[in-house]
């Protein structure tokens, strides 16, 4: 006899849960809870319900007479019917035999998050994630297991794919950290095969948050906080740096050609501290706020959710022109008007505006590389009125603090493009890039028989983005004047779409489960074109009176445009799974790509992949016990590609823009001449990797991931430099080389109640090894996207044998402490090897043996790659209190610390100079001062630019309340949770820049990188 | 699906589709050209280069290690990683691609054939003087006299000197019959016969074969001054030959030409047409104080400021004026205000510093002007010619040839004539020619570098040459020379 059974699912902290399934068992009868964490349903007295939800262990309760049943559910950690997302599908996370890492909503929930990359970063295995730099909105480098290409173009990206439509790597900024339900990391070629010519660097999926069947559900989550820089770069004051200005002048003083001797300062001491210029560009009150509102819910008939977000956050560097603002709609929906068709949306929307820098890791023009070089002597604003008579303060358009009507500060010494960062900032403020992106897919489902169904899907990345600046004239610097004010205008648009038709089938019979999937694809994309113009000679006096209403004269009007070339991939794909029993595991995969980049010799390619997997703990002669509760062993090998060489380039292009004058017209002549040679045989670059894994449950609490990995690139493309004799501009791309990246990686999982404390931690580490096994016959090295500084040349080689752009410079042998000691060092001929040097010069080693310090004596000092990178994530709750922290870390690394220019003599230095080579001070590595560096100190590449890169931050701190459930009622809300919260509050390193966490082609080159903020916030989670 | 995936290239031109006719064959010939006038990005010239390694001018610019690609060679601690080599190495090898491709191309085109073989021999002599510059920069370089076919790239290997010096000779003697004798003015800046004549002169100074010399530049001058069949012609003031609205003048032979028109900006320095030396020779942070009386300056970068020895020797000669802006005595009478940077004697160059009114009207104006710089006039040929038949034992005496062209240039300053001597000439080419390019190249091929430039730093038997760029040795067959620590 059912009679009617009612109850709430809710966690151990009591928050409701909702789409909880209650099942009769032994019937299909099933209801599911809604967003209360409450159910109904027909039930006989004495029946059995299970309770289930991904995620949490399952329970039976039995129906009792009143039929009123209140279940609290807790976390499984064995997670076995935990599903994650594949290319093309789902799939059992027991039965998944690829290595796949996960991100869900609930380890990002209230997380200080602007962008999808910083959500990965510690969070799972075998990523290298390195924030690009500090500037609100930037982007971070991601590496999925290593690097497989050499070229810097965006070939190391991996393949961001949301919701199904593929969004390159520079546009996946859009998304709003809250919408995203779940991230997968496939990490394997098993797992990547099915996306083949794009997956070689990892492929990475989001997918985005849908309506669940019930009550609508309401929630809101905001912080607001404060921001500060973690770390002051110790520079000297005024004082030291009079001082050490006179001995640099001293030790590089030459009768001959320097007339009398006058030292630059007389009286070093009279200039006390100075003007602090790192406190003048940093702030340490930059605001940040977020807010994150959503709306789901649905019916058996139709689903949605709809979500409004916005946040705004200031940069720590030059505030006025840095920071970034960014609005966000999502709706998805779906409609599943009968049983056998459904169809839908996932519809992003984002706009974003921002002030950048724009030089946030260079040692060119930047206000923070201006305040690290300024002199501490130069006053912030020049009051002295003898001053303010004299050069370069009488000098037209110099510019003028707007409240005291004083001109800034301009310095002396430090000349180039440096200028004073407020000065700076008053000639671009208002200045802003913003963008439009609408990134979506509409989906149709038809299952016309039970288990075989297509599904056709389009989708779109469309984009529109430019910039507006006002440059007004100025004199900032001899080589930084603006002598024409102006006002430039850019718009581009993107219109990428792709459409992608499946046909996929399951059967079980017996206990074989059997799954195949035949799919097409075709991918369009940088499809973008723009247009700008610039007005000279406006007659607007700032920004805001900016507009292209003022019409200059036709003369002063300059305009320009772009058009990229298309990039086409078509392709063919399937994929089959196979398992019996969930015992032995089986899954297959080929993709047939054609990408529009390579030529019709080399035009189409096959990309298989295979993996298996047994679960021993299923078989029968496994006991069960309370040591290895599940095991699952897999291994998978697969053939993954790449074709990111930039369009034609199998083909030689001629180019214009060789121009020169002939006769008095005063105008150019256009030239033509072939831009590269070519290379017809062009063609894919392939990754071959073999992955072994095994997952497991142990002690009923501990869960384990961990696996081996050996992947092979064949062929690397890149566009090599060639010999500049050869005279062409370019060298044709070619298959170079072929590099191999080894690791293993581990995650591990703890879950645990104690009393009413309830622990998780969550750990993972990986180590990576990268190694170039080959280049082409006759090169031992190549220098391709090698990093360079200024007069010094190129500072990175990649080496076979070597990982990707090792540091590659002279060996430090010492510091010479007397002249004799110069004289003494000698090739085996006898030749005085540094015939510049003076004591407390740098001895370089002498590493070819022969007579001169040259190219040939530099070697490897070093790689910029982390060895190892880790995350640890403990999460606590007790009673209706939670405490998350999180941290990541890497090791094995170096840093090129280059944050003082070359070309700048008389900048400012950071304090290690005191303790300079003098001879009174002999046991140092810090050579001598000296204006001229005739021995190379600095503009000689030298282990002493290279520091240790290793690092731990603890990342997150967060501090929750949860009200009680009586109290949350009186405003009707079902959750209200208040959380103070920090971001980076703590860094362990011995790095003396600002910042070890330093992105880019060539990670761990600081030029001056403008560094992550430390924040404070406080937030407000509600749920109604 | 195959169709789907040829997409448009979106006006990206093949290079097998192009060079298909006289216009397209003539782009080409521009590209070489273009080669001529090249600067780096970092705004260094073959001029600013070697001005800074010789005993006119100091590096200068705002500190010692500003613009340090300069400061190595003012200093002498160029090594194979500077950027100098690297440059003039590329800027040289470049033009011989660019005129290789062209001779390659050129045959398969249908047009008209004077043209044609007019086409052939600029690209000729154009491949030929940038082989000059390479071999007597460099000295062991590669010769290469078509495109190398990407199989061989790595296989170049260098030859003798001698070698390169007789393809110069043969490229430049075959181009000359295909030649116009003179150039009308809206081609100027194209090569002439007499442009050859004389740079075939040059090669042979080089060379020490005195008489050949002779020869060409007796063509190049004609039988008097004034009576060159090429129209050359001295320009009756000195200082005329600064104003650089008289580009392609009557005295000019080989020039390299420059616009305001083009539009450079900071982020495309060198890669288009405005000429960088004028703010590079501009007093730094020039401020006029007396307006009235202050030369009208751009506020420059104070690169190669003119050495004390040079102004003393030029302070009393009629082209002191015209060739060295003397800040040192405007800021002494209060007139202007400028910095004293690296290096600074107060004394800069007038030829060509940047001016307010020679500003270009678009672009960074301060990288946009558009004076052309020579490099062989008229004065210099007669200079050169004096100097080989001097060498060559041939009479000098007055009344002679050598005395005529000698003293012809300093009569149009309104110097008394001199002897011929090598004292004489040296001094007179020295003054003449101030800053423009001369002096260093002329002091190796005196054997006078060791000693009048012993100061900076100079080694004999290392520094005539520069060494061959690190890069060009990377992977390649090409060997570092001797002086430099090498094998060759």
Same mark, same amino acid.
């Given at each position: 006899?059912?009679?009617?059974?009612?109850?709430?699912?809710?966690?151990?902290?009591?928050?409701?849960?909702?789409?909880?399934?209650?099942?009769?068992?032994?019937?299909?009868?099933?209801?599911?809870?809604?967003?209360?964490?409450?159910?109904?349903?027909?039930?006989?007295?004495?029946?059995?319900?299970?309770?289930?939800?991904?995620?949490?262990?399952?329970?039976?309760?039995?129906?009792?007479?009143?039929?009123?049943?209140?279940? =609290?559910?807790?976390?499984?950690?064995?997670?076995?019917?935990?599903?994650?997302?594949?290319?093309?599908?789902?799939?059992?996370?027991?039965?998944?035999?690829?290595?796949?890492?996960?991100?869900?909503?609930?380890?990002?929930?209230?997380?200080p998050i602007n962008r999808v990359e910083q959500a990965l970063q510690g969070r799972t295995s075998g990523l290298t994630i390195a924030?690009?730099?500090?500037?609100?909105?930037?982007?971070?480098?991601?590496?999925?297991?290593?690097?497989?290409?050499?070229?810097?173009?965006?070939?190391?990206?991996?393949?961001?794919?949301?919701?199904?439509?593929?969004?390159?790597?520079?546009?996946?900024?859009?998304?709003?950290q809250s919408d995203i339900e779940s991230i997968e990391v496939l990490k394997d070629a098993a797992s990547q095969a099915i996306y083949?010519?794009?997956?070689?660097?990892?492929?990475?999926?989001?997918?985005?948050?849908?309506?669940?069947?019930?009550?609508?559900?309401?929630?809101?989550?905001?912080?607001?906080?404060?921001?500060?820089?973690?770390?002051?770069?110790?520079?000297?004051?005024?004082?030291?740096?009079?001082?050490?200005?006179?001995?640099?002048?001293?030790?590089?003083?030459?009768?001959?050609?320097?007339?009398?001797?006058?030292?630059?300062?007389?009286?070093?001491?009279?200039?006390?501290?100075?003007?602090?210029?790192?406190?003048?560009?940093?702030?340490?009150?930059?605001?940040?706020?977020?807010?994150?509102?959503?709306? =789901?819910?649905?019916?058996?008939?139709?689903?949605?959710?709809?979500?409004?977000?916005?946040?705004?956050?200031?940069?720590?560097?030059?505030?006025?022109?840095?920071?970034?603002?960014?609005?966000?709609?999502?709706?998805?929906?779906?409609?599943?008007?009968?049983?056998?068709?459904?169809?839908?949306?996932?519809?992003?929307?984002?706009?974003?505006?921002?002030?950048?820098?724009?030089?946030?890791?260079?040692?060119?023009?930047?206000?923070?590389?201006?305040?690290?070089?300024?002199?501490?002597?130069?006053?912030?604003?020049?009051?002295?009125?003898?001053?303010?008579?004299?050069?370069?303060?009488?000098?037209?358009?110099?510019?003028?603090?707007?409240?005291?009507?004083?001109?800034?500060?301009?310095?002396?010494?430090?000349?180039?493009?440096?200028?004073?960062?407020?000065?700076?900032?008053?000639?671009?403020?208002?200045?802003?890039?913003?963008?439009?992106?609408?990134?979506?897919?509409?989906?149709? @489902?038809?299952?016309?028989?039970?288990?075989?169904?297509?599904?056709?899907?389009?989708?779109?990345?469309?984009?529109?983005?430019?910039?507006?600046?006002?440059?007004?004239?100025?004199?900032?610097?001899?080589?930084?004047?603006?002598?024409?004010?102006?006002?430039?205008?850019?718009?581009?648009?993107?219109?990428?779409?792709?459409?992608?038709?499946?046909?996929?089938?399951?059967?079980?019979?017996?206990?074989?489960?059997?799954?195949?999937?035949?799919?097409?694809?075709?991918?369009?994309?940088?499809?973008?074109?723009?247009?700008?113009?610039?007005?000279?000679?406006?007659?607007?006096?700032?920004?805001?009176?900016?507009?292209?209403?003022?019409?200059?004269?036709?003369?002063?009007?300059?305009?320009?445009?772009?058009?990229?070339?298309?990039?086409?991939?078509?392709?063919?794909?399937?994929?089959?799974?196979?398992?019996?029993?969930?015992?032995?595991?089986?899954?297959?995969?080929?993709?047939?790509?054609?990408?529009?980049?390579?030529?019709?010799?080399?035009?189409?390619?096959?990309?298989?992949?295979?993996?298996?997997?047994?679960?021993?703990?299923?078989?029968?002669?496994?006991?069960?016990?309370?040591?290895?509760?599940?095991?699952?062993?897999?291994?998978?090998?697969?053939?993954?590609?790449?074709?990111?060489?930039?369009?034609?380039?199998?083909? =030689?292009?001629?180019?214009?823009?060789?121009?020169?004058?002939?006769?008095?017209?005063?105008?150019?002549?256009?030239?033509?001449?072939?831009?590269?040679?070519?290379?017809?045989?062009?063609?894919?670059?392939?990754?071959?990797?073999?992955?072994?894994?095994?997952?497991?449950?142990?002690?009923?609490?501990?869960?384990?991931?961990?696996?081996?990995?050996?992947?092979?690139?064949?062929?690397?493309?890149?566009?090599?430099?060639?010999?500049?004799?050869?005279?062409?501009?370019?060298?044709?791309?070619?298959?170079?080389?072929?590099?191999?990246?080894?690791?293993?990686?581990?995650?591990?999982?703890?879950?645990?109640?104690?009393?009413?404390?309830?622990?998780?931690?969550?750990?993972?580490?990986?180590?990576?090894?990268?190694?170039?096994?080959?280049?082409?016959?006759?090169?031992?090295?190549?220098?391709?996207?090698?990093?360079?500084?200024?007069?010094?040349?190129?500072?990175?080689?990649?080496?076979?044998?070597?990982?990707?752009?090792?540091?590659?410079?002279? @060996?430090?042998?010492?510091?010479?402490?007397?002249?004799?000691?110069?004289?003494?060092?000698?090739?085996?001929?006898?030749?005085?090897?540094?015939?510049?040097?003076?004591?407390?010069?740098?001895?370089?080693?002498?590493?070819?043996?022969?007579?001169?310090?040259?190219?040939?004596?530099?070697?490897?000092?070093?790689?910029?790659?982390?060895?190892?990178?880790?995350?640890?994530?403990?999460?606590?709750?007790?009673?209706?209190?939670?405490?998350?922290?999180?941290?990541?870390?890497?090791?094995?690394?170096?840093?090129?610390?280059?944050?003082?220019?070359?070309?700048?003599?008389?900048?400012?230095?950071?304090?290690?100079?005191?303790?300079?080579?003098?001879?009174?001070?002999?046991?140092?590595?810090?050579?001598?001062?000296?204006?001229?560096?005739?021995?190379?100190?600095?503009?000689?590449?030298?282990?002493?630019?290279?520091?240790?890169?290793?690092?731990?931050?603890?990342?997150?701190?967060?501090?929750?309340?949860?009200?009680?459930?009586?109290?949350?009622?009186?405003?009707?809300?079902?959750?209200?949770?208040?959380?103070?919260?920090?971001?980076n509050l703590w860094t362990i390193t011995k790095y003396t820049g600002y910042d070890p966490e330093i992105g880019g082609t060539v990670?761990?080159?600081?030029?001056?990188?403008?560094?992550?903020?430390?924040?404070?916030?406080?937030?407000?989670?509600?749920?109604? | 699906?195959?169709?789907?995936?040829?997409?448009?290239?979106?006006?990206?031109?093949? @290079?097998?589709?192009?060079?298909?006719?006289?216009?397209?064959?003539?782009?080409?010939?521009?590209?070489?050209?273009?080669?001529?006038?090249?600067?780096?990005?970092?705004?260094?010239?073959?001029?600013?280069?070697?001005?800074?390694?010789?005993?006119?001018?100091?590096?200068?610019?705002?500190?010692?290690?500003?613009?340090?690609?300069?400061?190595?060679?003012?200093?002498?601690?160029?090594?194979?990683?500077?950027?100098?080599?690297?440059?003039?190495?590329?800027?040289?090898?470049?033009?011989?691609?660019?005129?290789?491709?062209?001779?390659?191309?050129?045959?398969?085109?249908?047009?008209?054939?004077?043209?044609?073989?007019?086409?052939?021999?600029?690209?000729?002599?154009?491949?030929?003087?940038?082989?000059?510059?390479?071999?007597?920069?460099?000295?062991?370089?590669?010769?290469?006299?078509?495109?190398?076919?990407?199989?061989?790239?790595?296989?170049?290997?260098?030859?003798?000197?001698?070698?390169?010096?007789?393809?110069?000779?043969?490229?430049?003697?075959?181009?000359?019959?295909?030649?116009?004798?003179?150039?009308?003015?809206?081609?100027?800046?194209?090569?002439?016969?007499?442009?050859?004549?004389?740079?075939?002169?040059?090669?042979?100074?080089? @060379?020490?074969?005195?008489?050949?010399?002779?020869?060409?530049?007796?063509?190049?001058?004609?039988?008097?001054?004034?009576?060159?069949?090429?129209?050359?012609?001295?320009?009756?003031?000195?200082?005329?030959?600064?104003?650089?609205?008289?580009?392609?003048?009557?005295?000019?032979?080989?020039?390299?030409?420059?616009?305001?028109?083009?539009?450079?900006?900071?982020?495309?320095?060198?890669?288009?047409?405005?000429?960088?030396?004028?703010?590079?020779?501009?007093?730094?942070?020039?401020?006029?104080?007396?307006?009235?009386?202050?030369?009208?300056?751009?506020?420059?970068?104070?690169?190669?400021?003119?050495?004390?020895?040079?102004?003393?020797?030029?302070?009393?000669?009629?082209?002191?004026?015209?060739?060295?802006?003397?800040?040192?005595?405007?800021?002494?009478?209060?007139?202007?205000?400028?910095?004293?940077?690296?290096?600074?004697?107060?004394?800069?160059?007038?030829?060509?510093?940047?001016?307010?009114?020679?500003?270009?009207?678009?672009?960074?104006?301060?990288?946009?002007?558009?004076?052309?710089?020579?490099?062989?006039?008229?004065?210099?040929?007669?200079?050169?010619?004096?100097?080989?038949?001097?060498?060559?034992?041939?009479?000098?005496?007055?009344?002679?040839?050598?005395?005529?062209?000698?003293?012809?240039?300093?009569?149009?300053?309104?110097?008394?004539?001199?002897?011929?001597?090598?004292?004489?000439?040296?001094?007179?080419?020295?003054?003449?020619?101030?800053?423009?390019?001369?002096?260093?190249?002329?002091?190796?091929?005196?054997?006078?570098?060791?000693?009048?430039?012993?100061?900076?730093?100079?080694?004999?038997?290392?520094?005539?040459?520069?060494?061959?760029?690190?890069?060009?040795?990377?992977?390649?067959?090409?060997?570092? =020379?001797?002086?430099?620590?090498?094998?060759?």
């Amino acid at each position: 006899q059912d009679i009617p059974v009612t109850g709430k699912v809710t966690e151990q902290n009591g928050s409701p849960l909702p789409g909880v399934t209650v099942k009769l068992d032994g019937t299909t009868r099933a209801a599911s809870t809604d967003a209360n964490g409450v159910f109904s349903i027909q039930a006989p007295v004495g029946g059995k319900l299970t309770i289930s939800l991904i995620g949490m262990a399952a329970q039976t309760v039995t129906v009792p007479a009143d039929g009123r049943i209140n279940v =609290s559910l807790t976390a499984d950690s064995k997670d076995l019917t935990e599903v994650v997302v594949v290319g093309y599908g789902t799939q059992k996370k027991a039965l998944v035999t690829g290595s796949i890492s996960s991100v869900k909503a609930k380890d990002l929930e209230s997380m200080p998050i602007n962008r999808v990359e910083q959500a990965l970063q510690g969070r799972t295995s075998g990523l290298t994630i390195a924030s690009g730099n500090g500037q609100p909105g930037s982007a971070s480098t991601v590496r999925v297991r290593g690097f497989t290409s050499f070229a810097s173009s965006g070939n190391n990206d991996p393949l961001w794919v949301v919701d199904g439509v593929i969004v390159d790597n520079g546009g996946i900024g859009y998304l709003n950290q809250s919408d995203i339900e779940s991230i997968e990391v496939l990490k394997d070629a098993a797992s990547q095969a099915i996306y083949g010519a794009r997956a070689a660097n990892g492929v990475i999926i989001i997918s985005t948050k849908k309506g669940k069947e019930g009550r609508l559900s309401i929630n809101y989550n905001g912080f607001y906080g404060t921001q500060a820089p973690a770390k002051k770069l110790k520079l000297l004051n005024a004082s030291e740096y009079a001082m050490i200005r006179n001995e640099a002048y001293s030790n590089s003083f030459n009768a001959a050609t320097d007339g009398t001797f006058t030292l630059p300062y007389s009286n070093p001491s009279s200039y006390g501290e100075g003007t602090d210029w790192q406190s003048v560009v940093f702030n340490d009150d930059a605001r940040r706020q977020t807010h994150e509102f959503s709306v =789901s819910g649905g019916t058996n008939k139709s689903t949605f959710y709809t979500s409004f977000g916005y946040l705004d956050q200031e940069g720590i560097v030059a505030t006025p022109i840095s920071n970034f603002n960014r609005a966000n709609i999502r709706i998805n929906s779906t409609f599943k008007p009968a049983k056998w068709i459904s169809f839908g949306e996932n519809l992003g929307y984002s706009h974003s505006v921002n002030s950048s820098l724009g030089n946030t890791n260079s040692e060119f023009g930047g206000p923070l590389s201006s305040a690290i070089h300024l002199d501490p002597i130069t006053p912030v604003i020049q009051t002295d009125p003898t001053a303010i008579g004299k050069s370069p303060y009488t000098i037209a358009n110099i510019i003028k603090d707007p409240a005291t009507g004083f001109p800034y500060g301009i310095s002396g010494p430090v000349g180039q493009e440096m200028s004073n960062p407020l000065a700076y900032i008053q000639t671009r403020l208002g200045n802003y890039g913003w963008d439009h992106n609408i990134v979506g897919n509409a989906f149709l @489902e038809i299952e016309p028989i039970e288990n075989l169904k297509f599904r056709s899907s389009l989708g779109t990345k469309l984009a529109f983005y430019g910039s507006e600046s006002y440059t007004p004239l100025f004199w900032l610097s001899p080589s930084n004047t603006n002598t024409k004010a102006n006002f430039y205008r850019e718009m581009n648009m993107t219109i990428n779409y792709n459409w992608e038709n499946t046909i996929s089938y399951s059967k079980s019979y017996g206990k074989h489960h059997a799954y195949a999937i035949l799919g097409q694809g075709y991918y369009m994309d940088n499809n973008n074109r723009g247009l700008n113009v610039r007005f000279n000679n406006i007659i607007a006096q700032d920004f805001y009176q900016s507009n292209l209403n003022y019409k200059p004269a036709t003369a002063d009007i300059q305009g320009d445009g772009s058009d990229a070339t298309l990039h086409v991939v078509n392709s063919l794909f399937t994929r089959v799974t196979y398992d019996y029993d969930e015992k032995y595991l089986f899954t297959g995969i080929i993709r047939r790509d054609g990408s529009s980049r390579f030529g019709t010799n080399n035009r189409f390619g096959y990309f298989p992949s295979a993996s298996i997997g047994w679960v021993p703990t299923k078989e029968g002669f496994w006991k069960e016990n309370n040591i290895v509760n599940f095991l699952k062993l897999r291994g998978s090998y697969g053939i993954t590609g790449n074709d990111a060489i930039g369009d034609f380039s199998y083909v =030689s292009l001629v180019n214009s823009g060789r121009n020169y004058t002939f006769g008095t017209t005063d105008a150019s002549i256009i030239g033509w001449s072939p831009a590269a040679l070519s290379n017809p045989d062009l063609k894919w670059e392939e990754t071959r990797q073999t992955d072994i894994g095994l997952d497991a449950t142990l002690f009923n609490d501990f869960t384990l991931s961990a696996s081996y990995f050996k992947k092979k690139t064949i062929g690397v493309l890149q566009t090599p430099s060639i010999p500049l004799y050869l005279g062409a501009a370019g060298g044709a791309a070619e298959n170079v080389g072929d590099m191999q990246n080894t690791g293993i990686e581990f995650e591990i999982g703890y879950r645990k109640k104690i009393g009413e404390l309830n622990l998780g931690i969550n750990a993972n580490l990986s180590t990576l090894k990268n190694k170039v096994t080959k280049l082409l016959p006759g090169r031992e090295f190549i220098e391709d996207n090698a990093q360079s500084f200024q007069g010094m040349g190129n500072f990175t080689r990649t080496g076979i044998g070597r990982s990707f752009n090792e540091f590659y410079g002279y @060996e430090v042998a010492g510091i010479f402490q007397t002249q004799a000691e110069v004289n003494a060092y000698r090739g085996p001929g006898g030749t005085v090897l540094q015939p510049t040097a003076k004591p407390g010069d740098i001895k370089f080693a002498n590493l070819d043996g022969n007579e001169s310090i040259n190219g040939s004596d530099r070697t490897y000092l070093g790689s910029p790659l982390p060895k190892y990178t880790y995350g640890i994530t403990i999460n606590l709750a007790y009673k209706n209190f939670d405490f998350v922290a999180f941290g990541n870390g890497v090791g094995g690394n170096m840093i090129f610390q280059g944050l003082r220019r070359l070309d700048v003599t008389y900048g400012n230095w950071q304090n290690s100079v005191l303790d300079r080579w003098t001879p009174t001070n002999p046991s140092t590595t810090v050579p001598r001062v000296a204006d001229k560096d005739l021995n190379g100190n600095y503009t000689k590449f030298s282990k002493n630019y290279l520091e240790k890169g290793d690092y731990f931050r603890l990342k997150t701190l967060q501090v929750g309340y949860n009200f009680p459930a009586n109290v949350t009622k009186k405003i009707g809300a079902q959750k209200v949770r208040v959380y103070l919260m920090s971001e980076n509050l703590w860094t362990i390193t011995k790095y003396t820049g600002y910042d070890p966490e330093i992105g880019g082609t060539v990670l761990g080159v600081d030029r001056g990188i403008y560094p992550q903020a430390r924040s404070f916030m406080v937030g407000l989670n509600v749920g109604f | 699906c195959q169709k789907q995936l040829d997409v448009n290239p979106r006006e990206r031109i093949l @290079e097998t589709s192009y060079y298909q006719n006289q216009q397209e064959a003539f782009t080409g010939l521009v590209a070489v050209y273009d080669q001529l006038g090249n600067q780096s990005s970092g705004y260094l010239t073959k001029l600013n280069l070697f001005s800074s390694a010789s005993d006119d001018h100091f590096a200068g610019a705002d500190s010692p290690s500003d613009l340090g690609d300069m400061q190595v060679m003012n200093n002498y601690t160029v090594n194979s990683l500077s950027g100098g080599p690297s440059y003039l190495w590329s800027k040289g090898f470049t033009g011989v691609y660019r005129a290789n491709i062209l001779l390659k191309k050129i045959e398969g085109i249908t047009m008209d054939a004077s043209t044609k073989a007019r086409y052939i021999a600029e690209a000729k002599a154009l491949r030929a003087i940038f082989y000059f510059d390479l071999v007597r920069i460099f000295k062991n370089i590669p010769l290469i006299l078509a495109p190398v076919e990407p199989s061989g790239m790595f296989d170049v290997t260098q030859v003798a000197p001698a070698d390169v010096y007789k393809q110069i000779e043969t490229d430049l003697t075959e181009s000359l019959s295909a030649l116009p004798v003179t150039i009308p003015t809206a081609d100027a800046g194209r090569l002439s016969q007499g442009a050859v004549h004389a740079v075939l002169g040059k090669v042979y100074l080089w @060379e020490e074969k005195w008489g050949p010399a002779a020869a060409a530049f007796a063509l190049v001058n004609g039988t008097a001054p004034g009576a060159s069949t090429y129209g050359y012609k001295l320009l009756p003031k000195f200082a005329d030959l600064w104003n650089w609205k008289n580009k392609f003048n009557s005295e000019s032979i080989l020039e390299l030409s420059y616009n305001t028109t083009s539009n450079m900006g900071w982020s495309n320095v060198g890669s288009r047409e405005g000429n960088v030396m004028g703010i590079l020779v501009g007093p730094r942070n020039y401020v006029p104080v007396i307006a009235a009386q202050a030369p009208d300056y751009v506020s420059g970068w104070s690169v190669m400021p003119i050495t004390k020895e040079l102004f003393d020797l030029i302070h009393y000669d009629p082209r002191n004026k015209p060739t060295v802006a003397n800040l040192d005595s405007l800021e002494k009478a209060g007139i202007v205000t400028y910095k004293h940077a690296n290096d600074n004697t107060g004394y800069f160059v007038e030829k060509y510093a940047g001016r307010v009114s020679t500003k270009a009207a678009v672009g960074q104006l301060e990288l946009n002007f558009g004076q052309n710089m020579y490099e062989i006039r008229l004065a210099d040929t007669y200079l050169m010619e004096a100097e080989a038949l001097l060498k060559s034992g041939a009479a000098v005496g007055s009344g002679t040839r050598a005395y005529i062209f000698l003293n012809a240039v300093r009569a149009r300053v309104g110097l008394n004539p001199v002897a011929v001597t090598m004292d004489n000439i040296m001094k007179e080419r020295r003054l003449e020619m101030v800053a423009e390019g001369q002096r260093w190249f002329d002091l190796v091929r005196w054997g006078l570098a060791p000693t009048k430039l012993a100061f900076k730093g100079f080694q004999a038997n290392k520094n005539e040459t520069l060494p061959i760029p690190q890069a060009e040795l990377n992977n390649t067959k090409i060997l570092q =020379s001797k002086e430099w620590g090498g094998t060759k």
